[in-house]
Every structure is written in structure tokens, then in C-alpha cells.
RNA sequence: GCGCGGUUAGCUCAGCGGUAGAGCGCUUGCUUCACACGCAAGAAGUCGCAGGUUCAAACCCUGCACCGCGCACCA
């Protein structure tokens, strides 16, 4: 036990114990020590991004974690907590290759082919992988990072495939021509859940388009992409909509590309259900290549789809002269420029539409059909059930309301992508079209189910072994969507497909912390995965965090540049400040607005717990002496009291995820209860001459503080570490226990009723302190009145029927900062005048010596007295209600009358001293 | 269009049937021997609007308004 310094610098204190953490074995699992008595618990990270960095919402997230975990630990579990990144396909390769092009190496990754590519892209990792992992371990996160997993690992990779060729061979994943979300940037498909609608203001043009077999009649379409017009097949009209339904079965002529011949721009009307009266002029273009919605029409008529555009979203050939090679949104605006040169050009008007937009490159979307693999998702109805029935928990519930929405209308997820940085799909093709030549040309054993005829008409095999022979083989070059390896996360993560003590030990996982906006991506994709290939849940209960945004409610963005660095806020205000700040201001279920204001709240804390400790320490003497019931003061009762009832309030709130709460109570605890109360309190014993008391009352501050210590420790690992050891805290208990670290002692229990019965704790201990207490606000009331400065020390009278003990005295001497308190018998008169305020304990004089302004004085009563008759006048209207009386419960009805009845006394003093006064 | 949140002190939020609360900010006083990253006292709220249920409504019900989010979507 070291001399604490005289104000707290985390810096020092947060390396210093995170390496002896680490060193000690700390946060290592350890399957075989899972005992019925010492339960698992297990979490497993959300990944990040491998060469991400840490913003607030890791900390958010990655805080909510290590309570979890450290509390867990100090209840006598064996916990792990598994750490990883995840390779994020898109995310990282577009990175590196936007990194590449800046610094003029590349124009596009095709210069340097697949290989050299990825090449650059494991170079990028190892320079900035792992950045976030030790930017991770700086808050103070307690990973088993021995375990550390990532998605792109070789047995990780071997997962992937492993769950490819199971579900190629049971039918569920296929590859078919669909209409796909296409990003012209990263060039390559996108799920459905990549894709956000965004509002946009646009223009809805109309242009006419001329009858082939009537000349001179015209019907006007509208349409928001008149580019796409080359692409058209047909014009859609509703069937039922009379204005139209004569035309059905002639032709439009379409009016681009210009340089066609006349009857190769021929495309017939057709009649559609899908089409509303209502928008536009109720006249549809077709454009089956280019939206999905025309699409499904052109499938249902048979029309041809030709694809008008280039991966790059720029125009090809097909979209005539005019408009090839030009960029889509360019395009547009030429083909305008046309239609109006072509007299077509009826009228623009502005018109808001939703349009998707990549999620990663924060472009719009292209629909476009391409050839993809797409998963039917597996294990639909165990994973629908489970959370339904309530066996699998969401914290805040209503969560489970989005996820069953979601899966009841479960579309198929395309999940190949054109990238090359990922899983690279296990699949080879075959040149040839004889299935059972291609069984034979594997070279190896493979399930009949392995080797398929696909949808167009190719073979493909699959499997984790690649054919023997290479020569009629071609494997697929696309990579898999990065959520099809992170959905495996909780069991891959654990040495599956072996049966490992650690899958045995600790799966299902007990807790999994993430953000609501993965709930599709992830956390449903789990469960479907933990029931396909665990068959059972892969984690017991979900906690949602909110989502982290500034002041103004906005979200984090690099470019709005409102996002705060944590490990600049970790530099100014100490990773406990940051993780106390982020939580206090996190409630179950609610966006964050973070203001670093609570970060600096966080330090605050932690400053007044460190001289909290160090006031512990000044007193000198040996920490954990036994408490002598015998001995209490009220105050000693009251703070034990009041510590039972943190310990209770801080338990209860973590057990429901209520993590702000917690941080709440425990900072009205140790600040409103221990220091502006106890601690000043207990000066009175500290101060004074009875060393047996004094000793006692260092007892209970030493059984508070550690009690306190633990409590914290969760959210404050490195501060209660350091004073827990500075105040000697460690040195009686057992290594394993708190002798070694705090994180490995005991988690308080309430107090029992056996320690309760022991040390005479009863409910009036606690009304004894609080009539005490209201002694000492009076007392500040009355020298603020008469502008008595707080460093001033005056006399106090206190006259009353109960007797006051000495102890008592001094304590409210002290916290009233006053010369003396005299405690007055029946017999002693105030002078005329003299302010005085109605305590529990009997009136409090402020006897100024003849300084008493009357006037002041009875202004003062004056104020009061109104008060007091305000609420006695709401009371007695609620008595005096006859149904009021007549209805509510007896209990409701007593509580009123004491209510009244103490209004009335008070008032009634009041009104004597006034009258005093008066004369 | 459907769904989910929210609307309480200047700001951020707690309270979810029986006397309106916290932190920050603000005002005033104080370097009182743990802490000025502090101590003490204070000002400040028709609890979004309108109905209803109840002896009693921030709290329960209905409708409306506004803000945010998600899903779906009409070119």
C-alpha cells in the first residue's frame, strides 16, 4: 500500500495495471475449470472491421461488454469473452484500392490482377490490422486475446467453405440470373440490406411517344430515368383504365436511340396490373434490365431485357450513339437534351422518389441482372420460434417485433460478390456438359449432391478439395459476401466443425451486445446459422445499444466530422472517465447524444472517488478492521444502510441491462450519500478523542470503500484496481480472490439479514440520520437568508423536546460549519427576532446578536408561510372531495390526513414565531 | 402506406396511477485542513394538444400534431 498522489493521472495507472491484468492470466478461460459452481459465461465480440479504428460506438459497445464480463468474473464464473476482427470485403478493398489509385500506382485493380491485388490487400492488414485491438485493450476491454480470431484465418476460411458446399449440396444455395442491387462503384452486387432508400428530389419527365399503327396519335409517359429509354421493351397500361385499355396489343415507337430505323424501335403496349391509374399519366415505359419492377412485368409477357449499361454504370453500345459511354446521370440529362430536340419533350416537373443507394460507396444503386449465388436461408422456423417463445431474450424487447417482421417475408440473400478480397466461392465449373463425366473428371470422392447441373445449364462442383485436375476446371472467381463468414462467428470462432472443449464449455454464448442496425445483417443470420449447424441458439440473450450521435442528434459521420476520437478523449479524461461518461448517459433502448461534457462528468467522478481515498488514507491505519456493532454511530448505520441499498439497486439494474441506472446509483451513492454526508459526518469521530471510535468508524469507511470498489469496477476497471490496492484492500484476501486484483474479488451481495440483526441495522437508523440531516439543511437555509457567508462560523441554538447526543452535536456542528450548537432547554428565550427554522429535532436559532433585521425576517416567515398553505390548500381540496374519501384505499387516505397534519404544525410554529415578531 | 420510438426545468434525460426528479448550464456565497475536476444555497416545469377511464393521470385508453428511425413503395 503506496501514498497516493495527490490528484489522479489515469495515464500512468491504466498501462500499469492493464499489462499486470494481462500478465496474471486475468482474462484467459479456461473450459475445464466449468464447474456446476462455476457456471460459463461467454461473449463473443462483434468484429470490427480488421483495419478499422475505434469509434464511440466500440466504446459504447465494447464497454457494455467488459461489465458483462467483469462482473460475471467477480460473481464466480468462468468467463470468456473471445475477441476478433472481421475481414470486411468491400469496406477494406475499396480502401486499399482508393489508397492504391491516390498514391498513382493503379487506375483500377485490374492493372494488377487478382493476385498482386490481394497481395496489397494482406500488406494493407498487416500495417493497420490490429490497430483497433490494441485501441481496444487502452479502454480497458478484458478479452481472452489469446483467442483472437479473424474471419480470414485458415481454419476460419475452412468454416466458410465447410457451410458453402453443406448448403450447395442440401439444395439451399443456387445461382440464377436475377435482378441484383449492382453498385457501380465497387462493381459488384449488393444484398438488399445494402442498400438504403434515401429521399431524393428529382424530375418526373413526360414525353410522348407515337402510335406505330395510328400516326399522329400520342400517349405520354412519365418517367424519372428517361436514359434508360433505349431499354425499353413494351409500355405498361392498366387493363381496367379505360383511357387506355383501346391501345393494348398496337405498338409505341420508341423514340431512342434516334439512329435506329423506325420499326426496329417498335414495342408493343401491354396491358399490366401493376400499373396505377393514378401516377404519372398511368402509362408505363418497360425497361426489364433496368428495374426490378419492370422486370417481373417482362417476365410475365415474355419481353427481352436488354442490358443498356456497363458494370461502371456508364451506357453501352445498345444505348445508341448519342448516349454510349456516357455516365448514367450524364445520360440522362442527353437524353432529355434529345427528346426535346425531338419536339417529344412534353413537360419536367419536380418529383420526390425514394432511390437505393449503395450502402458502402454511397451512390444509387443500379438494378441489374446478373448471374449470382443466392442462399435460402436454413433453420427459418427454429430461428423464427425461438425468440417468439421468449427462450431467446432481445433487451429492449420491442427489437423482436423488427426481427419477426423480417424473417416472415425472408427474401433469398444474394451472396457472391465481384470482389476478390474474401471467402473465394468453392465452386469449379466444368468444360463440358456431360454430368457424370464431370463426377468422374472431381478426381476425388465427392457426394453426388456436390457435382450439379446449374440453372444455365453448366456443371459445377463443390466441395472445400478442389478438383484433382485443373484442366477441364474453372473455379468461380467471385468472393463471398462478408456476412456469410461473420454469421458463423459464435461457433467458428471456437474450433468448429470440431467438438472442442471450448465449443463444449461455452456455447451457446450467454450475452451478445450489438447495434440495432446489424439486427438483419448479423444477428439474424446467427441464429439461422447456430440452429443449422449447432441446432440449437447461439446466445441466450441480445442487448441492443443505441446508437451514438452528437448533440444535435445527428449520426457520427467522417464527414460531417462530429465524431470524437475516443483515444483523444482516453488522453484527456482516462479511459474510466470515458467508459463512466459514454454509460451514465446510455439508457436501455435510446440513442446516445454524446456530448463530451459526460466525459467530463466521468473524470469529475473519478477525481472525487481518488480523494475520497485518499481522505481514507490521510486517516492512517490499518485497512479492514472489524466493525464493533457496539460501536456504531448513526451515521456508521446509515451509510451501511444506504450501501445495502446501492448494492441491491446496482445488482438489480445490471441484471436487467439497465447499465445508465446502475452508473446512475452508484454515482449518487459514493458522491450525494458517502461524501457529501458520511464522509463529512464522520469527521466528527475522526476528529475527536476516543480512539476506539474512531477506529470503528475507519472500519465501516474501510467496509464501505471496498464494498464501493467492487461495485465500481466494472465501469471503472482501472481507478478501483489502483485504489484498491492503494488503500491495502488486497492485502488479506486470498491471490484469486482480490489479493491479486480487485477484478477477481468478490461481487457484494446485499446485506444479509443475520448482518443486519449483528450490527442492529434498522429501518429508524435511517430516519434518525435524515431528522439529523434536515437539522443541517435548516441550518444552511437559514445562513443563506441572512447572507451568513459559508466560511463564516456562527452559533446555532438548537431547542427541542428530544434529547440531542453529544455525537450528534458535533456532527451537526460540522456539517453546519458553526462555531457552536447549544442545545437549549425549554426554559431559554430567543431574542425577539431572532430566525429560526422548524427542524425534527426542535427549532434551529441562528441568534445573530443583535445584527437581526425584523424585517427581513418576517419576509422571510412570510414567504414560508405561503408555501406552507399552498400545500396545505392541495391537500385539504383532495380530503375534502367527497369521492376523493370514499374511494381511495385507507392506506392513501391516512398518508393524506399525516400529510396535512404535519402541514398544519408546521405551520402553526411558523405563524407563532411571526407573531413574535409582530409586536 | 405499415410499424417502432420520442415529445417532462435553458440542454440531455429519469420517473410510468397517489406531495414533479437528476446531471449539465444558470444565479449567489465560499480557496472551510480529501477534492474549485470542489463545497453550500438557490431560481427555473399549465410533464406536446384534445378527449376519455379513475376517488386520483406525466404515468392507463383513444384521437391528433410534431420529431426521429425502420420496412414497403408508383415508373
Not at 494488377?112 to 487502452?138: A, C, D, S, T
Not at 443505441?546 to 488522453?571: T, V
Not at 480523494?611 to 456493532?629: T, W, Y
Amino acid at each position: 500500500m503506496s501514498e497516493l498522489s495527490k490528484t489522479y493521472e489515469p495515464q500512468a495507472i491504466e498501462e500499469k495495471w492493464y499489462a499486470s491484468w494481462l500478465a496474471g492470466g486475468c482474462f484467459d478461460a479456461h473450459p475445464e475449470r466449468v464447474t456446476p459452481d462455476r457456471p460459463a459465461y461467454s461473449i463473443v465480440i462483434p468484429p470490427p472491421n480488421v483495419t478499422g479504428v475505434l469509434t464511440l460506438g466500440h466504446v459504447l459497445n465494447n464497454t457494455i461488454q467488459d461489465i458483462l464480463a467483469r462482473r460475471a468474473r467477480m460473481q464466480g464464473k468462468e468467463v470468456l469473452w473471445l475477441p476478433g476482427t472481421d475481414h470486411a470485403g468491400i469496406a477494406t478493398q475499396t480502401v486499399v484500392e482508393r489508397t492504391l489509385k491516390k498514391a498513382g500506382e493503379i487506375k483500377h485493380r485490374d492493372d494488377l490482377g487478382r493476385e498482386k491485388f490481394l497481395e496489397k490487400v494482406w500488406e494493407w492488414k498487416e500495417k493497420h490490422g490490429g490497430i483497433i485491438i490494441q485501441q481496444l485493450k487502452k479502454l480497458g476491454a478484458s478479452c481472452d486475446w489469446k483467442r483472437e480470431r479473424f474471419t480470414m484465418d485458415p481454419e476460419y476460411s475452412a468454416c466458410v467453405q465447410r457451410v458453402f458446399a453443406d448448403l450447395f449440396e442440401k439444395g439451399s444455395i443456387y445461382r440464377g440470373k436475377r435482378m441484383v442491387n449492382w453498385c457501380p462503384v465497387s462493381r459488384t452486387a449488393l444484398s438488399d440490406e445494402e442498400v438504403i432508400m434515401k429521399a431524393q428530389s428529382g424530375m418526373l419527365y413526360h414525353f410522348r411517344v407515337e402510335i406505330a399503327e395510328r400516326p399522329g396519335t400520342f400517349l405520354t409517359v412519365a418517367t424519372t430515368r428517361p436514359e434508360t429509354i433505349p431499354g425499353d421493351t413494351a409500355l405498361a397500361v392498366n387493363p381496367k383504365d379505360s383511357r387506355y385499355s383501346e391501345f393494348i396489343g398496337l405498338h409505341a415507337v420508341r423514340p431512342l436511340p434516334a439512329e435506329l430505323p423506325r420499326e426496329e424501335r417498335l414495342i408493343p403496349i401491354i396491358g399490366d396490373e401493376h400499373v396505377e391509374f393514378g401516377f404519372g399519366t398511368g402509362v408505363l415505359k418497360v425497361t426489364p434490365a433496368h428495374d426490378k419492377a419492370d422486370f417481373e412485368i417482362g417476365q410475365r409477357h415474355g419481353l427481352a431485357a436488354p442490358d443498356i449499361m456497363n458494370p461502371d454504370g456508364t451506357m453501352n453500345a445498345l444505348a445508341g450513339v448519342a448516349l454510349a459511354g456516357k455516365d448514367r446521370f450524364e445520360a440522362r440529362k442527353i437524353a432529355v437534351a434529345l427528346l426535346t430536340e425531338l419536339g417529344l419533350m412534353e413537360k419536367e416537373e419536380p418529383h420526390q422518389n425514394n432511390v437505393g443507394f449503395s450502402e458502402r460507396a454511397d451512390v444509387p444503386i443500379e438494378p441489374r441482372l446478373s448471374s449470382q449465388w443466392f442462399l435460402r436461408y436454413p433453420s427459418q422456423d427454429a430461428s423464427r420460434e425461438v425468440v417468439k417463445s421468449g427462450k431467446m431474450r432481445f433487451f429492449p424487447e420491442r427489437w423482436t417485433k423488427v426481427y419477426e417482421h423480417w424473417m416472415e417475408q425472408l427474401q433469398d440473400w444474394c451472396i457472391s460478390r465481384q470482389l476478390w478480397w474474401g471467402h473465394r466461392i468453392p465452386v469449379w465449373y466444368f468444360a463440358g456438359s456431360d454430368l457424370a463425366a464431370a463426377r468422374a473428371a472431381v478426381g476425388h470422392e465427392a457426394a453426388p449432391e456436390a457435382v450439379r447441373q446449374l440453372e444455365d445449364g453448366s456443371i459445377a462442383y463443390c466441395g472445400l478439395i478442389a478438383p484433382a485436375d485443373l484442366t477441364y476446371w474453372q473455379q468461380d472467381n467471385d468472393v463471398l459476401d462478408t456476412w456469410f463468414s461473420s454469421w458463423l462467428w459464435p461457433f467458428a470462432t471456437m474450433g468448429w466443425p470440431e467438438e472442442t472443449a471450448t465449443l463444449k464449455a461455452f456455447y451457446p454464448t450467454t450475452d451478445l451486445v450489438t447495434g440495432p442496425d446489424i439486427i438483419f445483417f448479423w444477428v439474424a443470420r446467427m441464429i439461422m446459422a447456430g440452429f443449422e449447424y449447432r441446432g440449437e441458439l447461439p446466445f441466450r440473450n441480445v442487448y441492443f445499444t443505441g446508437i451514438i450521435r452528437d448533440k444535435q442528434g445527428r449520426k457520427m459521420s467522417k464527414s460531417l466530422g462530429n465524431s470524437p476520437d475516443p483515444l483523444d478523449l482516453i488522453a484527456k479524461f482516462g479511459a474510466d472517465a470515458l467508459r463512466f461518461g459514454v454509460m451514465r448517459s446510455a439508457p436501455l433502448g435510446q440513442d446516445v447524444l454524446f456530448d463530451e461534457k459526460n466525459v467530463e462528468l466521468g473524470r469529475n467522478f473519478c477525481t472525487k472517488l481518488w480523494n475520497a481515498a485518499r481522505f481514507r488514507q490521510m486517516q492512517g491505519g490499518a485497512p479492514e478492521g472489524e466493525i464493533h456493532s457496539d460501536l456504531l454511530s448513526t451515521d456508521d448505520k446509515w451509510i451501511l444502510l444506504r450501501l445495502d441499498g446501492a448494492i441491491a439497486e446496482v445488482s438489480h439494474a445490471l441484471d436487467e441491462y439497465r447499465f445508465s441506472d446502475a452508473a446512475q446509483a452508484l454515482y449518487r451513492f459514493f458522491w450525494n450519500e458517502y461524501c457529501d454526508w458520511y464522509l463529512e459526518a464522520s469527521k466528527a469521530l475522526l476528529n475527536g478523542s476516543d480512539a476506539a471510535l474512531r477506529d470503528n468508524t475507519l472500519a465501516v469507511t474501510d467496509f464501505v470503500l471496498a464494498h464501493t470498489l467492487r461495485l465500481f469496477h466494472p465501469f471503472l476497471p482501472f481507478i478501483t484496481e489502483e485504489l484498491w490496492h492503494g488503500l491495502g484492500f488486497n492485502q488479506e484476501l486470498p491471490a484469486d480472490q482480490g489479493g491479486h486484483s480487485l477484478m477477481q474479488a468478490r461481487w457484494p451481495l446485499p446485506l444479509g439479514e443475520d448482518f443486519r440483526a449483528h450490527y442492529g441495522l434498522l429501518p429508524e437508523d435511517e430516519a434518525r440520520a435524515q431528522a439529523r440531516f434536515d437539522v443541517v439543511l435548516a441550518g444552511r437555509g437559514l445562513r443563506r437568508d441572512f447572507n451568513i457567508p459559508s466560511n463564516k462560523r456562527v452559533p446555532f441554538v438548537l431547542k427541542g423536546e428530544a434529547p440531542v447526543s453529544a455525537h450528534d452535536v458535533e456532527v451537526i456542528k460540522i456539517l453546519l460549519n458553526a462555531e457552536s450548537l447549544e442545545v437549549a432547554g425549554n426554559i431559554w428565550e430567543p431574542t425577539r427576532g431572532t430566525p429560526s427554522s422548524l427542524t425534527p429535532l426542535g427549532h434551529l436559532y441562528l441568534p445573530l446578536n443583535g445584527l437581526v433585521d425584523v424585517a427581513a425576517e418576517r419576509e422571510r416567515l412570510g414567504k414560508e408561510i405561503a408555501k406552507i398553505e399552498q400545500e396545505l390548500l392541495k391537500v385539504r381540496t383532495k380530503l375534502s372531495n367527497e369521492t376523493f374519501v370514499s374511494g381511495a384505499p385507507e392506506a392513501v387516505i391516512t398518508e393524506h390526513r399525516q400529510r396535512e397534519s404535519d402541514w398544519q404544525d408546521k405551520l402553526g410554529e411558523i405563524r407563532r414565531v411571526a407573531a413574535a415578531l409582530a409586536d
